[in-house]
């Protein structure tokens, strides 16, 4: 049974950071493409970021200069720095993953993140 962990969120002040993670465990998957969705208090999911099995990476344009996305193979995690944070990054942050040779794509459970003014 798959699951995807994370961890890393938190509530911090406007300008602050914080970094999340997202590991598998419970399985030998391994990561192919994986991403970060969130779903901010009234508004539908959107996407934040992702990145390919060959560190290519995609951002929504209102994260890019302050997020990036990352991976580390050997640890099988990961991780997204949200660095000058703001009110409106206030969400729920869930994780995805592909697994190589998966049939479908596996969601963590969430993390809060809350920024205050």
């Known amino acids: 049974q798959v699951r995807l962990v994370e961890s890393g969120g938190g509530l911090v002040q406007a300008g602050g950071s914080l970094r999340l993670a997202c590991v598998p465990s419970g399985s030998t998957l391994k990561i192919d493409t994986a991403g970060w969705y969130r779903q901010g208090p009234g508004k539908q999911r959107e996407l934040v970021a992702d990145?390919?099995?060959?560190?290519?990476?995609n951002y929504a344009d209102n994260v890019k200069g302050r997020f990036a996305i990352s991976r580390d193979n050997a640890k099988n995690t990961v991780y997204l720095q949200m660095n000058d944070l703001k009110p409106e990054d206030t969400a729920v942050y869930y994780c995805?993953?592909?697994?190589?040779?998966?049939?479908?794509?596996?969601w963590g459970q969430g993390t809060q993140v809350a920024v205050s003014s």
């Open positions: 990145i390919t099995i060959f560190g290519r990476t």
């Open positions: 995805y993953v592909n697994g190589i040779g998966s049939a479908r794509p596996y």
